[in-house]
């Protein structure tokens, strides 16, 4: 197979060239590994077992991410001490960032919604 070829050539795993399955355990450590390049996200180990972290030093997309895990992060940290139940925690993740107040995404409205409120309120718009 070509991707098998070129993998051996270039000296690595088919599986770092190939779009990983994040449902096996070796398709999500390359994934890991992309983000690691890519986002700056660093493995370590300690006391508590082994953690991943984004380092906001490594550069403007580690520091995306870390904003980011740092919001995932409250989230959990909420569902643990019980401020939100496992309902809102999973509507908060199902739907990221829709409802993440930390990330300074705003869902705008379609020009089709913008259109019909212009239309709708045009006699209490002032004319310039």
């Not at 380092?55 to 980011?68: H, N, T």
């Not at 992060?73 to 139940?85: H, M, P, S, V, Y």
């Not at 990221?96 to 019909?116: H, R, W």
């Amino acid at each position: 197979e070509l991707t098998e070829s070129l993998a051996s050539a270039l000296g690595v795993s088919p599986l770092a060239l190939s779009v990983p399955d994040i449902d096996s355990y070796l398709g999500l450590m390359h994934t890991l590994f992309t983000v690691e390049d890519r986002y700056g996200l660093t493995v370590e180990t300690g006391e508590n077992g082994v953690s991943l972290r984004a380092d906001p030093r490594k550069g403007k997309d580690a520091a995306e991410l870390s904003k980011m895990l740092t919001a995932w992060a409250q989230q959990a940290e909420k569902l643990r001490n019980g401020e939100i139940n496992r309902e809102d925690y999973d509507k908060w993740r199902y739907n990221y960032p829709k409802y993440d107040e930390t990330s300074g995404y705003v869902k705008v409205p379609s020009q089709q919604l913008s259109d019909a409120m212009v239309e709708a309120f045009k006699d209490r718009l002032k004319a310039d």
